[in-house]
C-alpha cells in the first residue's frame, strides 16, 4: 500500500507541476489533524439508521469504538473505504457489538435515516457476520452536531460547487470506551492486523504516538479539463498493475526454479 500511494503521488506530480503551482482552494482546506488523547464530545444528539434520536454517548463506556465519517451520496472515495473496511473485518476475528462499537456517521446534514438504512442494509449483506447489526451504526445528523464532531477528529473538508461533491480525506478514527482519540489509520485500506492491534490497545486505554500522514482525497484537479477527476481511480489502476507484475514475477520465479530442479535432476541420474 505505502508503495501504491507513493506512486500514486509521483505520477499526480508529473501530471500537475507543469500547470498547476499551487493546489486548488477545495483541496487547501482539507485534511484529517491528528487530536491523540482529546475527547469526543459524547452529549452531541444524531438519528441512528431507524430514526431514532441517540447521544454519542450510547456507543461508548464499555468497549473500544472505531469510527469513519463519510457522506452517503458519495460516488467513489467513501464507498471504496467502506467496501476497504469490509475486508479487513472479514479478516479480524472481533465482532463489531461485542468486541468494538463501529460507528459510520454522514458528515453531509442533508442525509437522514432512511438513506443510513440503506447503506447499512448493503454492508451487512456484504459483511455477512451474523450479529454485526447490533454493533455497526450509520448515524446522521444536524449540522452543528457533525461540525462538532468532524472538528473534534480533526476531519477538514470541504464543497466544491462545481463538481457538486465533497472534497474529504478518506481514514478511520479509534477510540478509547471513554470517548478519547487513540490512534489513526489513514487510506482506503486496512490492515486487519493494524485494525485488531488498534482496537487492542484503545481498549486498554492506550494512546498511540504521532503518524506521517499519506492521505487520499475525493478528487484531484486536472489541468487539461479544468476540472477535478477521481484520485481513487488513479489508485485502483496502480494496484491493478502492481498485482500483475506482482503475478507475474512469482510465475517467472516459479518457473525459473522447476527448470533448475530439472537440470539438478536430470544431472544427479546421469
Known amino acids: 500500500m505505502t508503495l501504491l500511494l507513493a506512486l500514486l503521488l509521483t505520477a ?17 482546506e ?21 430514526g431514532r434520536e441517540v447521544r454519542l454517548r450510547d456507543y461508548f463506556g464499555r468497549r473500544p469504538v472505531a469510527m469513519s465519517l463519510v457522506y452517503f451520496d458519495c460516488p ?3 464507498t471504496v473505504s467502506l467496501n476497504g473496511l469490509v475486508s479487513a473485518l472479514e479478516v479480524v476475528s472481533f465482532q463489531p457489538g461485542r468486541e468494538f462499537e463501529l460507528l459510520t ?19 451487512l449483506a456484504r459483511l455477512k457476520r451474523p450479529g454485526a447489526e447490533a454493533g455497526w451504526h450509520f448515524l446522521t445528523g444536524d449540522a452543528a452536531a457533525l461540525d462538532r464532531i468532524a472538528k ?24 478509547t470506551p471513554e470517548g478519547r482519540i487513540a490512534r489513526y489509520l489513514y487510506g482506503i485500506e486496512y490492515a ?9 490497545e484503545s481498549g486498554e486505554g492506550q494512546i498511540s504516538s504521532p503518524i506521517d500522514q499519506l492521505l487520499l482525497y475525493c478528487y484531484q484537479y486536472n489541468p487539461a479539463t479544468g476540472r477535478y ?16 507484475l506482482g503475478l507475474g514475477g512469482f510465475i517467472l ?18
Do not use: N
Request: glycine share 8%.
Open 105 to 123: 456517521i454522514s458528515f453531509d446534514p442533508r442525509e437522514g435515516p432512511e438513506l443510513a438504512a440503506h447503506k447499512k442494509k448493503g454492508y
Open 253 to 270: 520465479v516459479m518457473r525459473r526454479r522447476e527448470r533448475t530442479a530439472a537440470r539438478e535432476s536430470a544431472g544427479g541420474t546421469a
Open 76 to 78: 467513489m472515495l467513501c
Open 30 to 50: 482539507v485534511g484529517f489533524d491528528q487530536k491523540l488523547g482529546d475527547a469526543l464530545p459524547l452529549d452531541l444528539s444524531l438519528r441512528d439508521e431507524t
Open 229 to 244: 477527476g477521481a484520485t481513487i481511480m488513479t489508485v485502483l489502476r496502480l494496484g491493478a498493475v502492481l498485482t500483475v
Open 192 to 200: 486487519p492486523k493494524d485494525l485488531r492491534l488498534a482496537l487492542v
Open 152 to 175: 473534534a477528529v480533526g476531519f477538514r473538508y470541504a464543497w466544491d460547487e462545481e463538481t457538486r461533491q465533497f472534497a474529504h480525506p478518506a481514514g478511520l478514527v479509534v477510540l
Open 12 to 28: 499526480s506530480g508529473r501530471e500537475a507541476s507543469p500547470q498547476v503551482l499551487t493546489p486548488p482552494s477545495a483541496l487547501r
